[in-house]
């Protein structure tokens, strides 16, 4: 059974930073694409970041080009999100998931190509 379990959120003041990390069990980590998706209250939820099965190909969503990095480990089977220069509109519930669908060496966008979702994190930005 694929189990995802998300950490680091918290409190945070703007400009300040997080780092969020997602360690994925179950099934070998190397088989996945991993992404980080986030959804505020009321609103649907939406594609944050992601990263290949190598790490070497990500994607990010304009809104934290600049400000958020992905990365991965795959020797300790776990993918991060470094968050700085954080800003209220980045108040969110914050979800690691993961999707086997081949994608020529890149990494999905799409929520429905992913698989398998962690129960999320919540991250809080006080202005």
């Known amino acids: 059974q694929v189990q995802l379990v998300e950490s680091g959120g918290g409190l945070v003041q703007a400009g300040g930073s997080l780092r969020l990390s997602c360690a994925v069990s179950?099934?070998?980590?190397?088989?996945?694409?991993m992404g980080w998706f986030r959804q505020a209250p009321e609103k649907e939820r939406e594609f944050v970041a992601s990263v290949s099965r190598s790490g070497g190909w990500t994607a990010y969503d304009d809104s934290v080009k600049g400000r958020f990095t992905i990365s991965r480990d795959n020797a300790k089977n776990t993918v991060l999100l470094q968050m700085n220069s954080l800003e209220p509109e980045d108040t969110a519930v914050y979800f690691c998931a993961a999707h086997t669908k081949y994608m020529y060496g890149a990494a999905s966008r799409t929520i429905g190509d992913y698989d398998y979702w962690g129960q999320g994190t919540q991250v809080t930005v006080s202005s």
């Open positions: 179950g099934r070998a980590f190397s088989s996945f694409n």
